[in-house]
């Protein structure tokens, strides 16, 4: 063979493996997607909340001017916030399986997890952090997953963890603190959690039918059926009826 | 060497007892009419424990200072000559005599807490400990505390005690995070655990009482002095034992009424 034609060799099968590169690390390509937004809404009164007393740790009691509640969060509007959706039928391919590399993180701050809700797809990287002057022990009590818990003392380093396993939701406590809870959804696919306005959008949605399926830790969960065109955005509102 | 052994003997002796007497090293304020009672018990302890410890120590210098090993010296070393029985009937005597004494003044302190039911017209105070806090639980209005339902048990939603407010007697009950009790009127807290044993430990009360799963361990003491005190679990429990604490706030009668009526507010 001669240098010439060595060279061009080279230079193909280097344009392969780039263009094979550029394939795997895009599974989603962005171009013809569609989403979807809406809103999710409680129609009726949010059920009373009670105020969190954190007397017993002041570091974090003195970061609340007034004290703080967890559940139910009724945005301006009846929105409901930290409502989960998600796609649960109708994924096939590279969707399905696409794992986001937006890393989420949850953040141990003020004697509460921010945020309240996360969701994550399986073996997407989750990033936790300990914001506070006092130690916590975050304590995931899945049932699909491995469960664990790890103690974070203050200014310990943010630790990396990733779920195999879909599941809606995993309940999160601290075993330090008892009123602290939050959730963690593992679910394919776009996923969003909804705004203090009730808002939400889901991004990278490639054209087709689908159920979405919305979740709030209260009120459970509500499917609907949506329809999806490339370049034209679908809407899909839930509204949960107040107990 | 003898004769430095007896000088570093009585400082020591001395020193310590100075440290005491002088109140160096002395009790924090008491807020409970039963622990004026108890502190009674401890200084009455200390005087009988204190005789002895001076006469021992200064026993030891004497002899150490007359009797210690001099250069040149050549006599035999003798232990108990003449038989211990002498001095071993002295240490039984007065060793039980000492503690019999404090028994039988004490035995008022110890049966005021334990052996007299609190009386009719005391704050009642339900106590729940969990890993790793305290929530109180007042019964409102009614008087009465709801039935407590274990499933229904929800940290996250802030159900610390498993009570159903939609059933009568737990309506108007009061769960909180801090206590407050009213000065100069008895108090009866009923403990208990559901998770493992904890402690119910307030330093300035002078009340100590383990809180033990399953059981409801009355504790009844009366505050005398308004303040706020730390109330410190004191079995170790765990991870989080070390930051398992609440806070007791005894309180005036106007203001405690104000207190309550908050803390109903919120519920």
């Not at chain 1, 559940?71 to 399905?96: D, F, K, R």
């Not at chain 2, 004497?62 to 002498?86: L, M, Q, T």
């Not at chain 2, 737990?170 to 108090?187: G, H, L, Q």
């Not at chain 2, 009482?209 to 004191?234: S, W």
Request: proline share 6%; charged share 15%.
């Amino acid at each position: 063979m001669t240098t010439r034609g060595k060279f061009t060799l080279l230079l193909a099968s280097l344009a392969m493996v780039a263009l094979s590169a550029l394939l795997v690390s895009e599974p989603v390509s962005a171009a013809g997607e569609g989403k979807v937004t809406g809103t999710i809404k409680l129609d009726g009164t949010a059920p009373h909340q009670k105020p969190i007393d954190m007397s017993k740790e002041p570091s974090c009691a003195a970061q609340h001017s007034t004290p703080i509640t967890t559940e139910t969060v009724m945005g301006s509007n009846g929105g409901l916030q930290n409502v989960v959706i998600y796609i649960s039928e109708g994924l096939s391919g590279a969707a399905a399986t696409a794992v986001a590399s937006q890393p989420q993180e949850i953040n141990q701050k003020g004697c509460q997890y921010l945020p309240h809700v996360v969701a994550i797809n399986p073996n997407e990287d989750m990033k936790v952090l300990n914001s506070d002057q006092t130690s916590h022990n975050i304590h995931p009590q899945p049932k699909n997953n491995h469960e664990w818990n790890k103690s974070q003392p203050p200014g310990a380093a943010p630790f990396d963890v990733k779920w195999e396993a879909e599941e809606v939701a995993i309940p999160v406590k601290c075993n330090i603190h008892p009123w602290m809870r939050g959730y963690i959804a593992v679910v394919k696919g776009p996923y969003a959690v909804s705004d203090d306005k009730g808002n939400f959008t889901l991004n990278n949605v490639p054209p087709g039918s689908y159920t979405l399926t919305a979740w709030q830790e209260t009120y459970g969960t509500q499917t609907q059926k949506v329809t999806v065109a490339a370049g034209k955005p679908a809407t899909a509102d839930f509204t949960y009826k107040a107990k | 060497m003898g004769r430095t052994f007896a000088v570093i003997l009585t400082l020591i002796t001395v020193i310590t007892v100075a440290v005491f007497v002088s109140h160096h090293w002395w009790f924090p304020e008491v807020a409970s009419a039963h622990g004026v009672g108890m502190n009674d018990q401890f200084v009455e302890t200390f005087i009988g424990a204190g005789i002895g410890f001076v006469l021992a120590q200064l026993a030891l210098a004497v002899f150490a200072w007359r009797f210690g090993e001099k250069k040149g010296d050549s006599r035999k070393v003798r232990v108990f000559p003449g038989g211990a029985k002498g001095l071993v009937i002295f240490a039984f005597v007065y060793v039980g005599l000492e503690i019999l004494g404090l028994a039988f003044v004490g035995q008022k302190v110890w049966a005021d807490m334990y052996f007299t039911p609190p009386p009719s017209d005391a704050t009642k105070v339900q106590v729940l400990a969990g890993q790793f806090a305290f929530y109180f639980r007042y019964p409102g209005p009614d008087g009465k505390f709801g039935p407590i339902h274990v499933d229904k048990i929800d940290e996250g939603t802030q159900n610390f005690f498993g009570i159903d407010t939609s059933e009568e007697g737990s309506k108007d009950d009061i769960v909180t995070a801090e206590v407050a009790v009213p000065v100069n009127r008895p108090v009866v807290l009923f403990l208990d655990s559901k998770d493992m044993d904890h402690g119910f430990y307030v330093r300035e009360l002078r009340v100590q009482q383990d809180m033990v799963p399953g059981m409801e361990i009355p504790l009844h003491f009366t505050p005398t002095k308004v303040g706020r005190y730390d109330i410190a679990c004191n079995q170790l429990c765990g991870l989080g034992h070390y930051n398992m604490r609440a806070f007791i706030n005894v309180m005036s009668e106007p203001d405690y009424k104000t207190w309550l009526t908050q803390q109903a507010a919120l519920q």
